[in-house]
């Protein structure tokens, strides 16, 4: 059951990453963190640091990452594409939220998260765009550990 779950989601993190980057090109000039409310974890985080257990910040970072999805998105101008993020959002949830019981790889989601919101205040497309390279690269890595943890397909959505 895992094989097509681990699939689903690499085509999910595929489609997502290709409306992201998209909306980056079009418009990162538009973007703002206003009315985003930045995760109490994240607004003190600096590599290194010492990490709280996951159930202190997981739900508040993965709802975090699908507002900062969502206003990306927004970027784009294009209905379609923001609903597809918010399609995908609701699908991934759960693999983000076990993503980040993984203390490893939570620090790497809490560095490129801090680095992406950074590369976006200061409209700096290219470290935008690596920067969510770089998490697709770590969700592919991470999604045959994770596939197996989670509800069968029809209760994800994916």
């Known amino acids: ?21 998209y909306s980056l090109r079009e418009n990162i000039a538009g973007f703002t963190l206003s009315g985003l409310k930045i995760p109490r974890i994240l607004q003190t985080w600096r590599p290194g640091s010492e990490l709280p257990p996951a159930d202190e910040f997981a739900l508040e970072v993965a709802i975090y990452q699908e507002h900062l999805g969502d206003r990306i998105a927004a970027l784009s101008c294009n209905r379609k594409m923001l609903q597809e993020i918010w399609r995908f959002n609701e699908a991934t949830r759960e693999f ?5 019981t993984i203390p490893e790889a939570a620090r790497e989601v809490l560095d490129q998260l801090a680095n992406l919101v ?12 690596r920067s969510l390279a770089h998490c697709q690269n770590r969700r592919y890595d991470l999604v045959e550990e994770i596939a197996h943890k989670l509800s069968p397909p029809e209760a994800m959505h994916a």
């Open 118 to 129: 950074n590369a976006l205040f200061d409209q700096d497309r290219s470290a935008a765009i």
């Open 1 to 21: 059951m895992s094989r097509p779950v681990a699939n689903s989601l690499r085509d999910e993190f595929g489609m997502a990453r290709a409306i992201l980057e």
């Open 96 to 100: 983000r939220e076990l993503e980040l």
